[in-house]
């Protein structure tokens, strides 16, 4: 029956020694996530799937559609109004690259974020389902995804006294009940 | 010297403690600025209900404090966005207890400079009139307008600030979700969209924000070259000048590192950041802030040299009003503010402290807003047709609207900083991690010079 499974650790080391010991224990990677109030800068990153973003080829995609978007905009309005320019041009390419420019930064910064929120995982419903609330102490938390019994074992075995079997609903006060804050 | 990593409840605890127990120093600024803004709505109020005859302006001058304060704030807003995407994309590690403070100053100078064009429309509630889409009203969206391309591009820089400063926030946001109760972690939580730290989102968050600073210095450099372009694509005097979008993108930069190590030292003050905020950075800020008040200087030097040396009539009756006629107190008060005064103040490393730059920077605060007015009414007041020439003097409406911006500036600032953090928490934690990485190189937390206060 799958489980998951939440161990907290006092540092990022300590917690990427575990993870590398539940994979070589037979976890898949993709089962273990660590969760830390900091980024970590580990080897264990491209192993998580970190190098697979299109972040960047999203953002450009976003930049060329806002720059069509730009293009249509000032040339079709412009156009269709059919002023009369006392023989200027009523399209210029000088004036409405201008607008085309900035319509380019706006496309990528847009698709850029939704591209950041969608790979993020982030504005999903039940997102903090295997969350502890220790990460915001600044300890290190390592969930795992248990789909059998030889799982749990190993999990037993290489977490030891770090393990804790059912993660805290999300109103529930936390592990480490912080008394510098009052906010409520 | 190597500097001690405080523990994470204390760093916890320093950061967020504007957000917990603001003090009474935050209360004080809240209250001035409060009034401030009052008395700037009651002479807004007086203005929609009189018209726009109770401003100064006047044939010929018909743009004055109103513009004045639009592209003083504009440049303002140079503050945060493009400095803090400069210093990260160079990788300066020194910038991570700032970027938060200069990022917020970006927001809201924008806010603030983009009201102006919509409150000098003299109705303002038709100010979507502006925005250039085909519409069944029979105006013809002119996109050749430098109006126009200001529309797109403060709108696109606005836009762009907000998720700049947005995205670094998430972190912190999901700590203040977890370290809250009620109202207030429904509040975080969801602006927090379901923060974990995994690998995967730190990872995704740290791309996001390099794209972002990649993409958002071209768009803040356009900003200001557009502002500027309002001017330069008319032919009046001393306008009509190719230097005037480097010209103005130097100013904003110059105005916008004074404002930010203004607003440095008031949060270091009044929220006993001391520890956070230290002398390197009023130190390193200040050598940028001398670096742009030579590089204005230049600049300011070769716009008025160039005018004086062409000797066109047109161009030279302004540039008298301004060297020796009506105006030369203005500009000379600007040459001293702006350059002979902080230029040689912040040359020295003896003077380069907290006290020191923060006095450099309040003079280099005034002596922008200036040179913002001068650039705008002596080649208003001064036509090529002599016989159209005319003055300015503001009324108390537009003197206190102007007074209205730096209170409504500082309100929105200080409602900021009681509900985030305004030192990234993440990112200043972060810091110790990559100089522990990093031990070969000397320690980035240790001030270079002795505190000046």
Redesign the interface.
């Given at each position: 029956m799958a489980e998951r499974i939440l161990a907290i650790f006092d540092s990022a080391d300590e917690a990427q020694a575990a993870a590398r010991a539940l994979q070589r224990g037979g976890l898949p990677r993709t089962a273990i996530t660590i969760m830390s109030s900091e980024p970590a800068h580990t080897s264990t990153a491209d192993s998580a799937g970190q190098s697979n973003s299109h972040i960047g080829t999203v953002a450009i995609f976003g930049g060329v559609i806002g720059a069509s978007a730009a293009v249509l905009l000032t040339v079709l309005t412009s156009r269709r109004v059919d002023l009369v320019t006392g023989g200027m041009p009523i399209v210029t390419p000088w004036a409405f690259g201008i607008i085309a420019f900035e319509l380019t930064a706006l496309g990528a910064i847009l698709a850029m974020l939704s591209r950041m929120i969608f790979e993020a995982g982030l504005a999903r419903r039940g997102a903090l389902s295997d969350y502890d609330e220790a990460v915001a102490d600044g300890r290190v938390v390592v969930s795992l995804q248990c789909e059998d019994d030889s799982h749990r074992d190993i999990a037993e075995k290489v977490l030891g006294s770090n393990r804790k079997l059912d993660p805290p609903a999300q109103n529930a006060p936390t592990l480490n009940e912080s008394t510098d804050f009052r906010r409520s | 010297m190597r500097s001690i990593r405080p523990?994470?409840?204390k760093i916890?605890?320093d950061l967020?403690r504007p957000?917990?127990k603001p003090g009474r120093g935050w209360y004080a600024t809240v209250t001035v600025s409060v009034l401030v803004v009052l008395a700037a709505a009651g002479a807004l109020t007086y203005q929609f209900s009189r018209g726009l005859g109770v401003w100064g302006i006047n044939r010929p001058v018909f743009w004055a404090l109103d513009i004045t304060n639009f592209v003083f704030w504009i440049g303002i807003s140079h503050a945060g966005t493009l400095i803090s995407a400069i210093l990260r994309v160079t990788g300066a590690e020194w910038r991570r207890p700032i970027t938060r403070c200069a990022e917020a100053i970006t927001v809201f100078a924008l806010m603030i400079g983009a009201m102006f064009p919509i409150i000098h429309l003299g109705r303002p509630w038709f100010f979507y009139w502006l925005v250039?889409?085909?519409n069944e009203r029979g105006l013809?969206?002119n996109?050749?307008s430098p109006l126009?391309?200001d529309f797109?591009?403060i709108?696109?820089y606005l836009?762009?600030s907000i998720?700049y400063l947005y995205?670094p926030l998430?972190?912190d946001l999901?700590?203040?979700r977890?370290?809250?109760?009620?109202l207030?972690?429904r509040f975080y939580g969801t602006l927090s969209?379901?923060?974990?730290?995994?690998?995967?989102?730190?990872?995704?968050?740290?791309?996001?924000v390099r794209?972002?600073a990649v993409?958002?210095i071209?768009?803040a450099v356009?900003v200001h070259t557009?502002v500027s372009w309002d001017f330069a694509m008319t032919i009046r005097p001393m306008w009509h000048s190719t230097m005037f979008g480097p010209y103005f993108v130097a100013g904003a930069i110059f105005s916008g590192i004074a404002a930010l190590i203004i607003a440095m030292a008031v949060v270091r003050r009044v929220f006993h950041l001391e520890d956070y905020l230290r002398a390197i950075h009023f130190n390193n800020l200040g050598l940028l802030l001398l670096t742009m008040s030579l590089i204005w200087f230049y600049f300011t030097f070769g716009e008025y040299l160039t005018a004086w040396y062409g000797n066109e009539p047109g161009e030279m009756a302004v540039f008298r009003s301004k060297m020796s006629g009506a105006f030369s107190p203005l500009f000379w008060g600007t040459i001293v503010c702006c350059f002979a005064v902080p230029a040689p103040l912040l040359a020295f490393k003896r003077f380069r402290t907290i006290k020191g730059t923060t006095i450099a920077s309040a003079l280099v605060i005034i002596g922008m807003w200036f040179e913002r007015f001068l650039i705008i009414v002596p080649t208003l007041a001064h036509p090529k047709l002599t016989f159209n020439w005319g003055t300015y003097r503001p009324t108390w409406v537009e003197m206190t609207l102007t007074a209205g911006t730096f209170g409504y500036f500082v309100l929105l600032y200080a409602i900021f900083t009681r509900i985030f953090p305004i030192i990234a928490v993440?990112e200043y934690?972060?810091g110790f991690?990559w100089q522990a990485?990093h031990e070969d190189l000397p320690s980035l937390n240790e001030p270079v010079v002795a505190s000046g206060d």
């Open positions: - | 523990t994470n409840a916890n605890a967020l957000v917990n250039p889409y085909p013809w969206p996109f050749r126009a391309w797109f591009a709108s696109t836009l762009g998720i995205l998430i972190p999901a700590l203040l977890d370290k809250s109760r009620g207030w972690r969209l379901g923060w974990r730290g995994t690998e995967l989102q730190w990872d995704r968050l740290e791309r996001a794209v972002m993409v958002i071209p768009v356009s557009i993440w934690k972060e991690s990485e």
